[in-house]
């Protein structure tokens, strides 16, 4: 990858992203995705761990005109060999696809409901401590997390790497 136009996170790390994906930061405060138009973009750092926590606030954004916000995690250093990846829609749907020696799940592995859709800000906190994902979903950018999914993850396999997506 080559540094993004992100900056670095909080951890002081530089983002890193593929070629075809762009980022910037909007009102000195957000990641925006921005490119390709009808694509996705993708942005990671690298965190050399498994067991992680991945937190990421979503704006405001139309309900019904884009993608899916999302995180990765446990992301392989060559982006398409292994990854659980954590999607939520404009409705706010939850869902969770796995990526595991290059071959996507069939269907999300996991999902929920929950109600909470791109009409406020939300925040997305993904967990992978040993096997098991806990996926938060709340209805403000900050406070009590509200837990809306655990699913057992297999016990093998995985990156060590961490990051965000945007569907445009």
Do not use: H, K
Not at 14 to 35: I, K
């Amino acid at each position: 990858g080559r540094s993004g136009t992100l900056g670095c996170a909080d951890s002081g790390q530089a983002w890193e992203v593929p070629a075809d994906s762009v980022w910037t930061t909007c009102a000195n405060a957000r990641a925006c995705a921005l490119a390709p138009a009808g694509g996705e973009s993708w942005a990671r750092v690298e965190t050399n761990l498994t067991d992680q926590r991945i937190t990421a606030v979503t704006s405001v954004r139309p309900t019904g005109s884009l993608g899916d916000a999302g995180v990765m995690a446990r992301l392989s250093a060559d982006f398409v060999s292994d990854m659980v990846w954590v999607g939520v829609s404009p409705t706010g749907q939850l869902d969770v696809w796995t990526l595991s020696g290059g071959n996507w799940s069939t269907t999300p592995v996991a999902s929920a409901a929950t109600g909470l859709d791109s009409s406020a800000t939300r925040r997305l906190v993904v967990t992978t401590v040993g096997s098991t994902l806990r996926v938060y979903f709340s209805d403000s950018a900050q406070g009590t997390d509200t837990l809306r999914l655990t699913y057992a993850l297999p016990s093998s396999g995985g990156g060590t790497t961490a990051g965000i997506y945007g569907d445009l």
